[in-house]
């Protein structure tokens, strides 16, 4: 339950990212736009990938949060620490996708827990979260961030 929103409102970002971008350069039928002021206005569609969120963790089962939680998912901050700047950075003309968990993201991931042996600072080997002191936590192991 719940999912279904989700997932369509997913699926349709890059529709609506695309439908702002024509509006934004007046290619759209009935709209006096572009405004006559000068400035500038970027449009960008952000794929964070997996994220520990309450989304994510809810209902969960400890064999998911093993596997592939524990590999792929991250926190917001490490999310965000990396979005933010390559959407600030990106320029030009349109919108823009900018993606956290890349192709090379995922492999470097992969090759960190499965050859390196490298465990997750999040996720423990039973799959559960890993409670760090001075943390607050919801009943999902979601750490509150606020």
């Known amino acids: 339950p719940g999912y279904v929103s989700y997932g369509a409102a997913k699926r349709g970002l890059p529709q609506m990212t695309d439908s702002i971008v024509a509006e934004l350069a007046g290619k759209t039928q009935g709209y006096d736009w572009p405004p006559k002021t000068p400035g500038s206005v970027s449009v960008h569609t952000l794929s964070p990938g997996m994220v520990f969120t309450d ?56 090759f960190n827990r499965f050859v390196r042996q490298i465990k997750s600072n999040i996720i423990d080997d039973n799959g559960e979260v890993i409670r760090q002191d001075g943390n607050r936590y919801n009943d999902d192991g979601v750490r509150m961030l606020y």
């Open 55 to 110: 989304l994510l963790l809810k209902d969960s089962t400890p064999e998911l949060r093993k596997f592939p939680f524990s590999v792929l998912a991250a926190t917001p901050e490490e999310v965000a620490n990396d979005l933010v700047p390559k959407m600030l950075t990106t320029t030009g003309p349109g919108g823009q996708f900018v993606e956290y968990l890349s192709k090379e993201r995922t492999l470097s991931k992969f």
